[in-house]
């Protein structure tokens, strides 16, 4: 049994992935700041085989408040084995070009607050020396593109952190994951399918596990992201620049 | 705008799609709506052309079970598969059934499906002991045999048009374990296939017949009768088999008449037709084809037609009426893959517009042959309802208005339960002026 805190434990890819840890009985410690929806994910979790399940509010804004909830998640399960931050808002691209304040908040929200928990739980595991932060970033951090470079810019300094957070923990024993997701499919069946590059938060939630439990310390979700990434960051900028993407 | 079909993969309708992912938040304001589950009804009581689809597999949360009584209670997108994966292990198991398990506890409820044990326990709104409907003007209603009964009993086979079926609590049923035990047996004839279901209702609780629909040989209604109950077996369950699916749409159907003639004599004189003493796991004794995902694919691009009728009365005008329909069918050289024959049992449905009725139940299904095909089913709905019988929406795609206000005289009575900004393809069409 792993004891496990969540942080944006009503996502989508939070929500697919922690029914994985349930259904092996890991213990869980959620945080979100909807509290209907965060009660309705952890009373799904418990039934689903979770160890114990503790529904913890927070709004990611509130950074100041991560030690409070560090300590009552080490608190309510006896010590945190790994976490998965998961956190984030996809950010509106234009409304962020007409308002800085929307700009600050925006990264506030997808670098900075996860990078603030990153570094309150390295300092935690480093002293325990073992545990696992596992940080959903994404391809959109691999190059920034007109259309959504707030968020991307956001999403790089999330990977850059993790990349250099995992070096430090290393010798430590402390495992850092950076995940990678493409394009998630909100649940659909097979009468609507989308193309081929969406991937469902079930299957990302499969690679996140496996990359938690043993696997690469840097995840594209689906697989193929890694060689679409590595094309389009490797377009020179007088074509690059030139594009409508 | 985006288009999709049913399991039946015809007709193909444009819709906008709206997907529902927390069961607080209200309904969007895009009439007309209709929701949208797995998508396993076969024709368009689950479309909506031109309209926007709810789709609600995105509210697959459990909210509470309690493993005394076996009373469960989830969102309404959760699959009845998902439910048999959590309440197993703890000896409970849904209800009612019906061939597959990959569909949603709102759809079940909405087109009131039943199973091989209907003669037993009923159709499974029987087994609905409360839901909430969320209706578009924001009022939300809990539902129950005593609460608002009247919008229980609209909601129960309400084909989705009365609201958004939210959340449930199902009554699930005991059993000792995954396995079933009964037996297999090859009959000759229809009145053959009636003694063994009036033998075996009483002693078994599932009972089913495949009926080969491809030979016009004498006499006509030779199958293969199935039978089982749930058993306390000490042998280990297999491991499950991850499902296989079908990638690929074959240009051209392999389905014609000659592979529907060869698979019929095939499945007829195959071994395990003749099997005194069966051992069945669940699956592949109640959800046969769920170990092949996206199996519908197999007719081709212009997908199938399913036609499901039930014929209520005294067994020897059933007999006729039946003798006459598989006459036809064979007439008309499409044949059926699989035909499927089950005796209702006398339980009353519950839904205003509930399919099962006392009677037999024939299922069949066709490759799209355009107006050869629909002329065949327009000829079956013409037999149905001069034997007082129904058709059953959740597998239409084609019956006229007349038909279905003659099969299901008691329609005018669903109107004002009717949510103003709900709609689907399949009530446009049955519901079109007549005159």
């Known amino acids: 049994m792993n004891r496990i805190l969540i942080m944006g434990a009503t996502s989508a890819i939070a929500e697919a992935t922690a029914r994985k840890f349930a259904a092996r009985g890991d213990a869980l410690f959620l945080v979100a700041r909807n509290a209907q929806r965060l009660q309705a994910v952890a009373d799904d979790l418990q039934l689903r085989g979770a160890h114990t399940v503790q529904a913890y509010l927070l709004d990611a804004c509130e950074i100041d408040s991560y030690p409070t909830m560090l300590d009552a998640a080490m608190a309510q399960m006896g010590g945190i084995d790994a ?13 962020c070009q007409a308002s800085t304040d929307l700009l600050r908040q925006e990264f506030t929200t997808n670098a900075v607050s996860c990078m603030v928990l990153c570094t309150h739980l390295a300092n935690r595991f480093e002293a325990q020396r073992h545990g696992v932060i596992a940080v959903i970033s994404s391809v959109a951090g691999d190059r920034g593109r007109q259309s959504n470079y707030v968020y991307g810019a956001a999403k790089a300094a999330v990977t850059a952190f993790t990349s250099g957070l995992r070096q430090r923990l290393y010798p430590q024993g402390v495992r850092v994951v950076t995940v990678k997701p493409g394009f998630i499919a909100t649940p659909m069946t097979a009468a609507f399918k989308k193309g081929v590059l969406w991937a469902s938060p079930e299957a990302v939630a499969r690679s996140i596990v496996h990359a938690m439990d043993r696997g690469a310390p840097v995840v594209y979700t689906p697989w193929f992201w890694r060689p679409i990434m590595w094309i389009v960051a490797s377009v020179p900028e007088f074509i690059f620049r030139r594009l409508r993407i | 705008m985006q288009a999709g079909s049913s399991w039946g993969r015809w007709p193909r309708h444009e819709q906008r799609l709206v997907t529902l992912t927390n069961r607080f938040d209200d309904l969007p304001n895009s009439p007309p709506m209709l929701p949208f589950g797995n998508g396993r009804s076969y024709g368009d009581v689950c479309l909506n052309d031109g309209g926007t689809l709810l789709l609600t597999r995105g509210l697959d949360r459990f909210i509470s079970f309690d493993p005394v009584s076996g009373v469960l209670e989830c969102e309404a997108g959760i699959l009845l598969s998902e439910i048999i994966e959590l309440t197993l292990p703890n000896g409970w198991f849904p209800a009612v059934t019906p061939g597959t398990a990959l ?3 709102g759809g079940a409820i909405a087109n009131d499906v039943h199973g091989k044990n209907h003669h037993r326990v009923g159709s499974f709104g029987h087994h609905v002991v409360e839901f909430e409907l969320q209706r578009s003007d924001g009022l939300v209603l809990r ?4 609460c608002n009964r009247e919008w229980f009993c609209a909601t129960i086979g309400g084909l989705g048009l009365t609201g958004l079926i939210r959340k449930a609590r199902l009554q699930l049923r005991r059993v000792p374990g995954v396995w079933i035990a ?3 047996q090859r009959f000759a004839s229809l009145e053959a296939f009636f003694e063994l279901a009036e033998q075996s209702d009483a002693e078994y609780e599932y009972t089913v017949a495949w009926l080969d629909c491809a030979t016009a040989r004498s006499p006509l209604g030779r199958g293969v009768f199935m039978r ?15 499902p296989r699916a079908l990638r690929f749409t074959p240009p051209v159907s392999p389905i014609n008449a000659f592979t529907v003639r060869l698979f019929n004599e095939l499945y007829f004189r195959r071994p395990a037709a003749q099997a005194p003493a069966a051992l069945w796991h669940y699956q592949p004794f109640l959800f046969p084809l769920d170990g092949l995902l996206e199996w519908n694919r197999i007719y081709g691009r212009r997908g199938f037609y399913q036609y499901q009728c039930v014929l209520p009365g005294a067994v020897v005008d059933e007999v006729g009426t039946l003798q006459e329909m598989l006459r036809r069918v064979a007439g008309s050289g499409l044949g059926s893959f699989l035909a499927v024959l089950k005796r209702f049992g006398d339980m009353p449905s ?18 799209n042959r355009g107006e050869t095909t629909l002329r065949l089913l327009e000829d079956l709905d013409t037999i149905t309802r001069a034997a007082g019988g129904a058709v059953y929406p959740a597998k239409d795609a084609r019956m006229s208005a007349l038909s279905f206000q003659h099969f299901f005289p008691q329609w005018q009575q669903l109107r004002p339960f009717i949510d103003p900004n709900f709609s689907s393809s399949f009530w446009r069409r049955v519901i079109a002026s007549t005159t």
């Open chain 2, 228 to 242: 089982g109950n749930h058993v306390r077996h000490d042998a280990a369950a297999p491991r499950p088999k991850p």
């Open chain 1, 83 to 95: 976490a998965l931050i998961a956190h984030g808002t996809l950010s509106d691209q234009l409304a």
């Open chain 2, 350 to 367: 519950l839904g205003l517009l509930s399919f099962p009725r006392p009677g037999t139940t024939l299922a069949l299904d066709f490759p």
């Open chain 2, 143 to 146: 539902c129950s045999r005593d």
């Open chain 2, 103 to 105: 569909i949603t506890v």
């Open chain 2, 182 to 184: 009964g037996d297999s």
